[in-house]
């Protein structure tokens, strides 16, 4: 394998998935750079969401690969895979993604307390994060009463919390207005450019999308169209 | 709302809704044959109704009878708990349901006229279940063993009466339920959102549990103070026991919950705030748990107490009583254990994008059977724990008090003893529920569920 194959974050090749007969991605292939921001667009059911999943090692492809930071996930089992995912990739997906029970600064601290960090240092450290979000991390409220774009802050911090490689983000701003979309894509892309990470953008907004370094567009499961932004 | 319009919108149709008709008629009629045969037992006249021998004698027996049909009355308690959980079964999909009648232009009152037309009309059919039920326990009981092991007298015919009585009683009862439990939900035209269900113990409960306690000692150290004071002191105990159980248990829920919060890892964290957030439903199975430790406790000290003081011809038959009571206790915690696995199951359907979600941050399934285990855990074991060591130390007290000699003593550590293997016992159901859900677990991460809004 090339030097320059060994240096991408994510690489998916021939990709394939039906979710019985209906089929989501048609060979598939995306190759995504350190520090790069791509935004994978198109209309709704062309397989954004799936090709996502797919990249996250969340779902396994029937058909093609995919290789993850340097890792063949084909080749790893379930749990090296879920390994991976949570200590070297951020996710941040559209709605409902906080754990309702938990405070909105143990929320944020689980990827830390997952990877087996001391309660105070992650908590420590997901107040940090919350404080960048601008929420106030004691005094805040339950997750439930929220508003969609503050959840989507919370959810920006807990997957920035971890310092990842790559960030993946389906419709990160799908159920907010504009001035707050804007906001939460300052966060997620300054703070990506801070730590040098790599960010796979699935929008169907044109606003969004113009934001990423590249373009990569579907259709009925298939790469349509690529396009350099800047 | 017509009633005939709201029996036939309740109608079960998807298979969520038959399975929580099924289970709650099914709840409802097996409750329904235990009050049956408590009333039944309580009626008998003496030796010569029904007649018996071997272990029926506990019930021909007139000293023992009371206590028995108490017992059997008793048995009550977990299966309606399992019935009031049965009510929340598939409750996602009910309440989707009856948003669209709302959309429809049903109003809130016929929303909940709907829910309590389901539930009612479940638990009558299982209250009319409950005589056929009742006969064919006294069949299983009274019929099937042989010779001196059958432990009730030839069987009777269903007390008529009785079976209108509880079947009535089922519909009413099951009905107010249903509507409690759909008005715990505020349905609207274009969606549910559940109430904030409060993590406090509601108001009444400090009332509740001081009555309790109040009724607990009072029992406990009537017989002391007027030794005539037996048999009522008994009855005064156990409406004590009941009423102080349901209040103790949401709140030993919620400190068990906040308990394990503080612990160290993501495991412990998960677990303690699922508790810690709605510790009402468990706290009804801590409750039935906690009775059924008391039980075991009073019977284990009992026990001990019989055989370090007492000189009887008949050690036999009352070794062979304390042991029945101890197998009606195993029955009611392995209904208590049945609830809690109906729980967890559809309390995993409910999260399912949640635990979705999770899984996508990373967390793995194993660790996630590992907090429902955990959670499980914290319900059984302090719940168990507590009560055995309460009932044990109801009749060791005044042991205590009247004679604190060697005997005495023995029964504290018999106590702690028993109450040690009690939740050894419950922390190992509790794996072995969470071992049972793990395709549930399994189904509730599956990555289509984040899709599910």
């Known amino acids: 394998m090339s030097e320059s194959h060994d240096r991408l974050v994510l690489e998916l090749n021939g990709v394939e998935h039906a979710y019985r007969r209906t089929v989501a991605l048609r060979g598939v292939g995306l190759e995504v750079g350190p520090e790069e921001v791509v935004a994978v667009t198109g209309p709704s059911g062309c397989g954004k969401s799936t090709l996502l999943h797919i990249a996250a090692g969340i779902l396994r492809p029937q058909a093609g690969a995919v290789r993850l930071l340097g890792e063949d996930l084909d080749a790893l089992g379930e749990a090296a895979r879920t390994r991976l995912r949570r200590e070297r990739v951020g996710i941040v997906l559209q709605f409902g993604q906080l754990v309702p029970d938990l405070s909105l600064l143990d929320n944020v601290a689980l990827p830390l307390l997952l990877a087996g960090e001391e309660r105070a240092k992650a908590r420590g450290d997901a107040a940090v994060w919350l404080e960048r979000a601008g929420l106030d991390a004691p005094l805040g409220p339950s997750p439930a009463e929220l508003s969609g774009g503050q959840a989507q802050r919370v959810a920006v911090a807990r997957a920035l919390v971890t310092e990842p490689a790559l960030l993946l983000a389906d419709e990160p701003t799908g159920s907010m207005d504009t001035k707050g979309g804007e906001h939460l894509l300052d966060l997620l892309l300054g703070a990506a450019r801070e730590r040098g990470a790599a960010v796979v953008l699935v929008t169907h907004d044109n606003v969004v999308a113009a934001r990423a370094d590249r373009e990569v567009r579907l259709r009925d499961g298939a790469v349509e169209a690529e396009a350099v932004l800047r | 709302m017509k009633p005939a319009t709201a029996v036939l919108l309740a109608w079960p149709t998807a298979a969520a809704d038959r399975g929580r008709v099924a289970l709650i008629a099914a709840a409802t009629a097996v409750a329904g044959a235990f009050l049956l045969a408590a009333v039944r037992i309580a009626r008998f006249s003496g030796r010569d109704d029904g007649g018996g021998d071997g272990l029926a004698r506990y019930v021909t027996e007139p000293g023992l009878r009371p206590g028995v049909a108490v017992a059997v009355g008793l048995l009550v308690v977990p299966v309606l708990a399992l019935g009031v959980q049965a009510l929340r079964v598939g409750s996602v999909a009910r309440d989707r349901r009856m948003a669209s009648l709302r959309l429809a232009g049903a109003t809130p009152r016929a929303v909940r006229a709907v ?52 079947a009535l009683l089922a519909a009413v009862g099951g009905a107010l339920a249903g509507a409690a439990v759909q008005g715990r939900v505020v349905v609207e035209a274009l969606g549910v959102r559940r109430r904030a269900s409060s993590n406090r113990p509601g108001r009444l409960n400090p009332a509740v549990l001081v009555t309790g306690g109040v009724l607990v000692v009072a029992g406990t ?17 156990m409406v004590g026991i009941l009423l102080s159980a349901f209040a103790v248990g949401p709140r030993l829920v919620g400190l068990s919950g906040r308990l394990l919060s503080r612990r160290a890892g993501a495991e412990a964290l998960l677990a303690g705030a699922r508790l810690t957030a709605d510790p009402r439903s468990s706290g009804r199975v801590a409750a039935v748990l906690v009775i059924c430790g008391v ?20 050690k036999g038959f009352y070794l062979t009583g304390f042991a029945l009571v101890a197998l009606g206790v195993l029955v009611g915690a392995c209904v208590a254990v049945l609830t809690l696995l109906v729980g967890a199951a559809d309390g995993l359907l409910d999260a399912r994008r949640p635990l ?41 007290l005044p042991f205590l008090l009247v004679d604190p000699t060697g005997s005495a003593i023995l029964t504290v550590v018999f106590t702690v003893a028993t109450a040690v293997v009690a939740g050894l016992a419950a922390f190992v159901a509790a794996r072995l529920t969470a071992r049972l859900l793990r395709a549930h677990v399994r189904a509730a991460t599956d990555p289509e569920n984040l899709r599910v809004a």
């Open chain 2, 356 to 396: 979705a979600t999770l899984t996508a941050l990373g967390v793995d399934q194993p660790l996630l059977s590992r907090v429902l285990a955990r959670q499980l855990a914290a319900v059984a074991v302090p719940a168990v724990v507590v009560g055995v060591l309460i009932g044990g130390g109801m009749p060791a």
């Open chain 2, 295 to 314: 039980a075991l406790g009073v019977d284990a000290a009992l026990a001990v107490d019989f055989l370090t003081q007492r000189e009887s011809t008949d």
């Open chain 2, 221 to 237: 150290v009537g017989p002391v103070v007027e030794a005539r004071a037996g048999a009522m002191a008994i009855y005064i105990m």
């Open chain 2, 115 to 166: 829910a309590a037309a389901e539930a009612g009309g479940a638990a009558l059919a299982g209250g009319l279940a409950a005589g056929p039920a009742y006969l064919a326990l006294w069949v299983l009981l009274g019929v099937l063993p042989p010779g001196g092991l059958a432990l009730l007298p030839a069987p009777t015919p269903v007390d008529a009466v009785a079976w209108a009585g509880v």
